[in-house]
């Protein structure tokens, strides 16, 4: 893999009043956008990365699909877009066998922080909000790193003693950014948060997908759980099944927050993969956050025609009904979404601000939105 010590972006902080108009909204709004310093709390890039070879590092088009599915994000992209935080997600083959997941998981891994090392100049590995704040103050981009499918670390796999020794090395001095490579313990150390199922049906538990038979937490799960709330790990219940949504509910340290990353909210548009205002108040009264995906589907527009304003509707209800505090942004970019057409990839993603000024939004609430809430609870689990 070649090195690419710089990434390539227009900086448009230079001229805002013309990134403001070549996205039609006002100064005012990317003002308050660079202020409320954007974190997203789920890029699925990495998947493409490990499928077609799509470098993280290169700045892409709109792809043979017109940004759909894929080629909404890079990190070129994001730096131009000023996102300041984005959760790197690693996610689990449910094809794959449970011997060989260990393996494969420890390699992905390594594969992805060796990317995100490779750019120093412009990306920082953190695990922290104090973390966040450091490489905002070098002007990095603030890279944290998921993991979606818990089958991957499971109690009985492997990969979970290389969490506890992750766990180890940071007791004993290792500094969290560390990014030795490919093997040092430390590295482990660096995973924020773990959605403990995906599309299907797992060892850990049930899916909400509709073939999924909202079955819920296993014996196995309910282990993970702990084990994550052992090492500060965020649970993460997005495409979990109610029932087992409910029973990680029961075991999780009620001390610690939980979190759904990527989501709609079925007060908004009633779909499997939305939660319900009950689940919403749920994650509220732990002190987590939810995030809104850019599905337009999910969110209640037709597929191929959705509008930026639907993520906003579904971040009004979550603030309606659980407080100010609990919306954030999830966007599942590069998951196979179908975003909405005034917004296909980060670089549009200032627009929302002015949605929400527009829908009369305080300033205050939109900055809890683009980073304030998740910086919270990430305080709230790791100080």
């Not at 995906?198 to 999924?212: D, F, I, W």
């Not at 219940?237 to 927050?257: N, Q, R, T, Y």
């Not at 906003?312 to 999830?330: F, N, S």
């Amino acid at each position: 893999m070649s090195l690419s010590p710089h990434l390539a972006f227009t900086d448009h902080r230079a001229a805002p009043d013309a990134w403001a108009a070549s996205l039609g909204i006002s100064r005012a709004a990317i003002d308050l956008y660079l202020a409320a310093r954007p974190i997203d709390l789920h890029v699925d890039s990495f998947i493409w990365q490990r499928i077609l070879g799509y470098d993280l590092r290169k700045r892409h088009g709109h792809g043979l699909l017109g940004a759909r599915f894929y080629s909404q994000v890079d990190l070129p992209r994001l730096r131009e877009a000023q996102v300041s935080g984005a959760v790197f997600v690693i996610s689990t083959n449910p094809l794959r066998s449970t011997a060989a997941r260990p393996r494969v998981f420890e390699k992905n891994f390594a594969r992805l922080k060796s990317i995100l090392a490779s750019v120093p100049d412009d990306v920082q590995l953190v695990r922290t909000a104090r973390d966040f704040a450091d490489a905002q103050a070098h002007g990095k981009l603030a890279a944290f790193i998921g993991i979606q499918g818990g089958n991957a670390i499971d109690r009985d796999s492997e990969s979970a003693r290389l969490l506890d020794d992750g766990l180890s090395a940071k007791e004993n001095g290792l500094h969290s950014n560390d990014l030795r490579e490919p093997s040092a313990s430390a590295n482990f150390s660096s995973v924020v948060r773990v959605t403990l199922v995906h599309l299907s049906n797992s060892r850990v538990g049930g899916t909400s997908a509709p073939l999924g038979g909202n079955r819920g937490l296993t014996e196995v799960g309910r282990q993970l759980v702990s084990s994550l709330n052992a090492r500060r790990i965020f649970v993460d219940l997005a495409h979990i099944s109610k029932k087992g949504f409910w029973e990680a509910l029961e075991v999780h340290d009620k001390s610690l927050p939980m979190i759904v990353t990527h989501t709609g909210v079925s007060g908004v548009h009633e779909h499997w993969r939305n939660l319900d205002d009950e689940q919403v108040r749920a994650i509220a009264k732990s002190g987590g956050v939810v995030g809104v995906m850019y599905q337009s589907s999910f969110l209640g527009d037709p597929i191929f025609s959705g509008r930026a304003e639907s993520i906003v509707r579904h971040l009004e209800h979550i603030a309606k009904i659980a407080g100010d505090e609990t919306p954030a942004l999830g966007s599942d970019w590069d998951g196979a979404i179908v975003p909405p057409l005034d917004m296909k990839t980060c670089l549009e993603l200032p627009r929302l601000v002015q949605i929400m000024l527009d829908r009369g939004w305080r300033d205050e609430r939109i900055t809890r939105v683009f980073s304030g809430n998740f910086l919270r609870a990430l305080t709230l689990l790791r100080g």
